[in-house]
């Protein structure tokens, strides 16, 4: 059974940064594409950034060049990389884990999921 913890939330003032982790375990992570999706009060899950297993990374066009997934294999984990942060980005961010697969950007996709962790952004 894959279990993924995420990390690193909290609140910053626009134009700051943070880094979001996530740790999986479970066995297979190298081979396994990771995301990271959000979702704000009353809207539905969005994907924010996806990384497949040969590191060709994905995004979504709101957070496009502000943001960068990554992932460390001897670690295990996963990471959100967010710069400029915007009041827009305030949400609880998840992180997600397929089976061996391409990254997809419909949350319905994807096989487990963390927690989720708070970010929020004020102007």
């Known amino acids: 059974q894959v279990q993924l913890v995420e990390s690193g939330g909290g609140s910053v003032q626009a134009g700051g940064s943070l880094r979001v982790s996530c740790a999986a375990s479970g066995g297979y992570f190298s081979i396994r594409a990771m995301g990271w999706f959000r979702q704000a009060a009353g809207v539905q899950r969005e994907f924010v950034a996806g990384i497949n297993s040969g590191l060709s990374t994905f995004y979504g066009d709101s957070v496009k060049g502000r943001f960068f997934i990554s992932r460390d294999n001897a670690k295990n984990t996963v990471y959100l990389q967010m710069n400029n942060l915007k009041p827009e980005d305030t949400a609880v961010y998840f992180c997600?884990?397929?089976?061996?697969?391409?990254?997809?950007?419909?949350?319905?996709?994807?096989?487990?999921w963390g927690q989720g962790t708070q970010v929020t952004v004020s102007s």
């Open positions: 997600a884990a397929r089976n061996p697969g391409s990254v997809d950007i419909f949350a319905h996709a994807w096989d487990y």
